[in-house]
Nanobody
């Protein structure tokens, strides 16, 4: 089983910063990409940022210039540095891994449980 665990959420004032961390474990034999989605109350889940195994990154227009995704020294770790946070960034942030575990015949998405980020004064 692949496990994806997020950490680092919390309450921050507008203009502040937070750093989210994500670590995947289990019998992972290949990783295509890791990244972050978020879901605000009453809204659909949306892609925030992603990074491929080759290091290419992709960001939602709403976070470009404010958020940075980066991989850790281990391939199964990814971070999301969030600066200049706005109230509209408030959401549950979910980390995902797209790849393959040992017994699987195809790639799949594996999700964490989510971490709450609240931006409020």
């Amino acid at each position: 089983q692949v496990q994806v665990v997020e950490s680092g959420g919390g309450l921050v004032q507008p203009g502040g910063s937070l750093r989210l961390s994500c670590a995947a474990s289990g019998n992972i034999i290949s990783i295509n990409a890791m990244g972050w989605y978020r879901q605000a109350p009453g809204k659909q889940r949306e892609l925030v940022a992603a990074i491929t195994s080759g290091g290419s990154t992709n960001y939602a227009d709403s976070v470009k210039g404010r958020f940075t995704i980066a991989r850790g020294n281990a391939k199964n770790v990814v971070y999301l540095q969030m600066n200049s946070l706005k109230p509209e960034d408030t959401a549950v942030y979910y980390c995902y891994l797209n790849g393959r575990q040992g017994w699987a015949l195809k790639d799949d998405n594996y999700w964490g449980q989510g971490t709450q980020v609240t931006v409020s004064s």
